[in-house]
């Protein structure tokens, strides 16, 4: 039985945080691509508008008997309006990858059209058929650019076709496309999540009724799985009965062996000192005290052993204020010569998780120990650490004992003073049956100027049904 708890990974975290990435970056992706067709969407029907104006030009534009190129009438009011943002023009390439103006709209003002690096090499390139691209118009505004070179007859030179118009509202409309439709996927994924969340909650609903189980047997609440669980879980729930079947019955079969051992090793030892009393000496001493030893030797280890198999059995429950209430009384009247006072506190919620005799084993040997030693005052507290854990501090105000001689006191058959009665088993048999049970003990030197001892055992989780 361990005393602590280790944070784990939790599965529901797990399950949720994967789908979660997992979708929002599906979602994410999405609202990208969304936006990008529908901003090549949007760019290709401005295109098809500066498609039909080069084209309009072509088609209208002729050559002057003096070799001069006349373009069409274009009624479009916005060209005719100074820096308007709707261009065209009319060029021949010179030296140098450039175009020379021949003929513009009167929106350029007294500008030209800038024509990207390598925009008249793709031109020349695809005689004939409108490329576009992005440039910069007079005013700065970000333009779409169209433009085609052709041939027009009684001219040997070729001559470009360009037209162009501010793309601000194509990127305006695709900006606000972007900022809806990620809203939308937004909303949409944290909706996905927390259907993940509900959906994982109400999936492992049954591991989690599963884990209260569990926890209700091994604190005593229950002694098996009862809950109707899904055909995924229930063959683990029928092992986990099987298990605990067994483990019961091996601790049964343990108790019954131990119960066995103490009768089959204290008859041959009473026959022994009887046999003692009967014909006394020095013989007959020296085998009363080595079978007064062997049956304290065995006795200790019966204790030990009942403990390790009751804290693996399936959970015992034992209050602790009435426990410390029946030792102090008890010992305060044993130790009446010795005027003892024995003040001790203990809250009444208090639960040990394991059986009042272990209980009463541990704290009266500690009792009587600090009793033993005290110069008429000890001084008990009991208290819950954590969830898990009972700590009791037991001091007395005795001469207490070197720091160096503590660890050793923890030893089988060490005794502070051996001209007093006992067999110094008492610290080391409350030392075994904490350790059988999961729990510490552990010595310091009391500000009461005695001895002070602190036991950890575990305490019983209470049921939070």
């Avoid at 272990?358 to 650490?385: I, T």
């Avoid at 060490?414 to 729990?439: F, H, K, M, N, Q």
């Amino acid at each position: 039985m361990s005393l602590g708890t280790q944070r784990r990974p939790s599965l529901v975290r797990r399950l949720v945080l994967l789908a979660s990435v997992w979708s929002l970056a599906a979602l994410v992706v999405t609202g990208l691509v969304l936006t990008a067709l529908f901003q090549q969407a949007a760019l290709s029907r401005f295109d098809q508008g500066l498609n039909d104006v080069v084209q309009g030009l072509y088609s209208g534009s002729s050559v002057e008997p003096d070799g001069r190129v006349a373009a069409p009438p274009i009624t479009d009011v916005r060209s005719l309006r100074a820096y308007s943002g709707r261009y065209w023009q009319v060029a021949e390439p010179s030296s140098g990858g450039r175009l020379t103006a021949l003929i513009r709209s009167r929106s350029l003002f007294d500008a030209e059209l800038k024509v990207p690096d390598g925009f008249l090499a793709r031109l020349q390139k695809s005689p004939g058929a409108v490329v576009y691209d992005d440039t910069q118009g007079p005013d700065g505004e970000a333009l779409r650019l169209g433009g085609l070179l052709s041939r027009l007859p009684g001219r040997t030179l070729p001559v470009v076709f360009l037209a162009a118009e501010d793309r601000s509202p194509v990127d305006r409309d695709a900006r606000r496309f972007a900022v809806v439709t990620l809203s939308a996927l937004l909303l949409l994924g944290i909706g996905l999540i927390a259907a993940v969340v509900l959906q994982v909650r109400i999936g492992l609903r049954p591991l989690f009724e599963l884990r209260r189980e569990i926890a209700e047997i091994r604190n005593g609440n229950s002694d098996r799985l009862s809950k109707d669980y899904p055909t995924e879980l229930s063959p683990v729930a029928d092992e986990l009965n099987g298990l605990l079947a067994h483990n019961q019955e091996v601790v049964e079969r343990q108790r019954t062996h131990v119960g066995n051992l103490a009768h089959a090793l204290k008859t041959p030892l009473s026959v022994i000192q009887a046999e003692a009393e009967r014909f006394p000496g020095p013989l007959a001493n020296l085998v009363q005290r080595q079978a007064d030893t062997m049956r304290e030797q065995v006795e200790h280890h019966l204790r030990r052993a009942r403990a390790a198999a009751r804290s693996q059995g399936s959970g015992e429950r034992t209050l602790v204020e009435p426990v410390v209430d029946e030792l102090s009384r008890a010992l305060e009247s044993i130790v009446k010569y010795k005027k003892v006072e024995i003040d001790w506190v203990c809250p009444p919620d208090l639960v040990f998780s394991g059986e009042r005799q272990d209980l009463m084993e541990m704290v009266g040997n500690l009792l009587e120990n600090a009793c033993k030693w005290s110069a008429g005052y000890v001084r008990v507290s009991c208290r819950k650490e954590d969830p898990d854990r009972l700590v009791f501090t037991i001091e007395d105000n005795g001469s207490g004992l070197p720091v160096d001689r503590q660890n050793e006191m923890l030893e089988r058959g060490v005794r502070l003073d051996e001209t007093l009665p006992g067999s110094g088993l008492g610290l080391s048999i409350v030392d075994d049956l904490a350790r059988a049970y999961g729990g510490t003990m552990t010595l310091f030197s009391s500000d009461l100027n005695g001895l002070g001892v602190v036991l950890v055992l575990p305490a019983l989780k209470m049921s939070t049904h």
